[in-house]
């Protein structure tokens, strides 16, 4: 592939922010290059994220990347509370004006993105690892990246930062103007994914003293579950079994409900952790995505602020390239930060409710409770819920 030595938008990162900026900036006759560390097999097979907000759906759908998703995602209309021995469901169309959300894997969506900017877009270069990005204060952007062993320069009006927690983007704008908020959770995510139906139509979020639960799904064939479990837990010290029978205990419920097994296919271990870059422009960089923040995935927000980032920026790069007008851009880190903080509060609130914290006395467990039970109880409670769940429409 030839790749010019000048675009308009460099873009740092083929995750799902960086893929979904190129298509869009592609329908605004906008050019770009995408550089992407890892090679294509990696980037289509990383496990993570599963559920795609409306917002997410909807821009998909425009940006002409839903067909497949249409065809095999999952819509949902709720999710279900399970605590004290009892299941609650959330109805997300009666309580959002009927906005709901779909199980479409991250895997997926990127294999689309990535088929369609190979067939349609700009440059897209796997194994292209950037190295540094130059000339931010001189308003001469370039990014240094070594492709197939030799060391290239691309030169831009632009550079999108979209290569996640790890990358390089956020590290290139000086210590003294960003400032950074965190907090680290005392307990980690055991994943896995499992040949077998979903034991359940739709989402389980189990509080349970032994520990939080989730029950997900990729397909109507793969489970996806998990269980909250200590920090640095190996996954070797889980066999399946011990996790199937930990799981049917966090997820027991007064009736008939069971659990099916079948055989695990993958085991990995998140750390929950919250994290906000701000402000998320620096000049001609510009950060999207995990590279400007993180939520702990109990809300599923990470990969749907990723989406509702681009959007903003597309937006704002098309206004540019039209007019000349940069307000739009101007204003890209003060509108992504409401939404940001938004999910961020969400997450921690969907968090901090369902996972017992290792140092929490029995008086924290009954207020946990009582929360739950609000939820349950109450439809302006239950509101809330659902109304973040399912995200507000991208701006
Ligand atoms: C186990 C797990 C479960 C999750 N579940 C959910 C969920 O249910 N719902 C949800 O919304 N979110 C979830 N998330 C979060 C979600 O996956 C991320 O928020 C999402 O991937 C962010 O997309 P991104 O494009 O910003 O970053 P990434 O997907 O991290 O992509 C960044 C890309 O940049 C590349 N890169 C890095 N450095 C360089 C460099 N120097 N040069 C070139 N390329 C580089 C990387 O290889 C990568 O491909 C989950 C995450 C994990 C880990």
């Not at 540019?320 to 938004?342: F, I, K, M, N, Q």
């Not at 914290?357 to 809330?384: G, M, Y």
């Amino acid at each position: 592939m030839s790749v010019p030595a000048r675009t308009t938008v460099a873009i740092i990162g083929a995750g799902p922010a960086g893929l979904l900026l190129a298509r869009l900036l592609r329908r605004s006759g906008i050019d770009s290059v995408v550089l992407e560390h890892r090679d294509r097999a990696y980037v289509e097979q990383r496990q993570r994220a599963g559920i795609l907000e409306q917002g997410t759906i909807d821009v998909l759908r425009e940006c002409g990347a839903g067909e497949r998703m249409d065809r095999e995602g999952l819509p949902h209309n709720g999710v279900e509370l399970r605590f004290d021995g009892r299941g609650h469901r959330i109805d997300f169309p009666s309580l959002t004006g009927g906005r709901a959300v779909m199980v479409y894997a991250q895997t997926e969506m990127v294999k689309d993105l990535v088929a369609l900017q190979l067939a349609e877009g700009g440059p897209l270069l796997f194994e292209a690892r950037a190295v540094a990005i130059e000339g931010l204060e001189a308003g001469q952007p370039s990014v240094r990246y070594v492709h197939e062993g030799r060391e290239h320069t691309l030169a831009c009006d632009f550079v999108v930062g979209c290569d996640g927690f790890h990358g390089i983007a956020r590290a290139a704008v000086p210590s003294d103007v960003l400032r950074t908020f965190d907090r680290e959770y005392p307990y980690s995510w055991l994943g896995i994914m499992a040949d077998v139906p979903p034991s359940s139509d739709e989402l389980i979020y189990a509080h349970s003293e032994r520990g939080f639960a989730l029950l997900s799904m990729r397909t109507p064939t793969v489970s996806r579950l998990y269980l909250q479990v200590p920090n640095g837990t190996d996954p070797a010290d889980w066999p399946d079994e011990r996790i199937w029978d930990e799981l049917d205990l966090r997820f027991a419920v007064d009736g008939d409900w069971k659990l099916e097994r079948g055989p695990i296919t993958s085991k990995s271990v998140t750390p929950m952790r919250s994290f906000v870059t701000e402000p998320m422009r620096y000049g001609p960089l510009f950060l999207a995505g995990d590279a400007a923040h993180i939520v702990p995935p109990t809300g599923a927000k990470g990969l749907n602020l990723a989406a509702a980032d681009v959007v903003v920026l597309a937006r704002a790069l098309a206004r540019w390239h039209e007019t000349g007008a940069a307000d739009l851009l101007d204003a890209y880190s003060d509108t992504c930060l409401r939404r940001v903080w938004r999910a961020e509060h969400f997450s921690y609130f969907m968090t901090t409710t369902l996972h017992p914290d290792p140092a929490q006395s029995d008086f924290d467990t009954r207020l946990q409770l009582s929360q739950l039970h609000r939820v349950a109880d109450s439809e302006a409670a239950a509101a809330e819920l659902a109304q973040n769940y399912v995200g507000s429409p991208f701006e």
